[in-house]
């Protein structure tokens, strides 16, 4: 079956450095994405991991480990506007015709205190 | 590059009445997918347009339905509208680079209430 599975919430002080792990069973694989999305707002792209290894920007890396359906986000030096949900997503598959679909997991509440 | 617009932002319907929400993606993207977003269900997936052909679908019933144009805007349309489609309606457009990086934006969402 399809699961990608993520912590319900983790809290963290401004400045400090918070990571977010996801893991994924799913029928097939081509990336696994981040996403942020702010209460009552549209999700907004982080990252896009396709390929073992770390992508940095900025403040915020990800990574994967496709052996072990294993991805984490970083978000490095907290500020209070970080508060949000993080959603982790896989696409199952790329095709030349087909986009195939992405599978979110149902969020990380992350929520920063002064 | 303007990103993904979505229309209308808000919109308020009664049950047993339809409903169509317009999405342009972002400019040269092919791939246009559109998603239900519930506090109870998260984020599901409904269909991608790719070429003006539906290429996958999720599991919602046929009253969900889609198109697409030449010109890569999509619509999509709900009939029969139920109180369980209350929902914020996301859609998406991708692109692939030849470096093996994919990006996938969403647009603002149109937030449908069914009274």
């Known amino acids: 079956g399809q699961n990608i599975d993520q912590p319900t919430e983790m809290t963290a002080t401004e400045g400090a450095i918070v990571q977010i792990n996801c893991t994924y069973q799913t029928s097939g694989f081509n990336g696994l994405f981040w996403y942020q999305q702010h209460a009552g707002e549209a999700p907004t792209f982080l990252s896009y991991?396709?390929?073992?290894g770390l992508e940095e920007k900025g403040r915020f890396s990800s990574f994967l480990s496709r052996s072990k359906g294993y991805s984490y986000l970083l978000l490095k030096e907290l500020q209070m506007k970080d508060s949000a949900s993080y959603l982790c997503?896989?696409?199952?598959?790329?095709?030349?015709?087909?986009?195939?679909?992405?599978?979110f997991g149902a969020g990380t509440q992350v929520v920063v205190t002064p | 590059k303007a990103g993904v617009t979505q229309t209308p932002r808000y919109l308020i319907k009664t049950r047993g009445q339809q409903v169509t929400l317009s999405c342009s993606p972002i400019s040269g993207h092919r791939s246009v997918s559109w998603y239900q977003q519930t506090p109870g269900q998260g984020l599901q997936f409904l269909f991608e347009y790719f070429s003006e052909t539906q290429r996958n679908k999720g599991n919602f019933p046929g009253r969900f339905s889609g198109r697409q144009f030449s010109n890569s805007r999509s619509e999509m349309n709900v009939s029969t509208l139920e109180l369980g489609d209350s929902a914020l309606y996301l859609c998406?457009?991708?692109?692939?680079?030849?470096?093996?990086?994919?990006?996938?934006?969403f647009g603002p969402g149109t937030r449908l209430l069914v009274l």
């Open positions: 998406a457009s991708s692109s692939f680079s030849g470096s093996n990086q994919e990006t996938q934006y």
């Open positions: 991991n396709v390929l073992d």
């Open positions: 997503a896989v696409r199952d598959y790329r095709g030349t015709d087909s986009w195939g679909k992405l599978q």
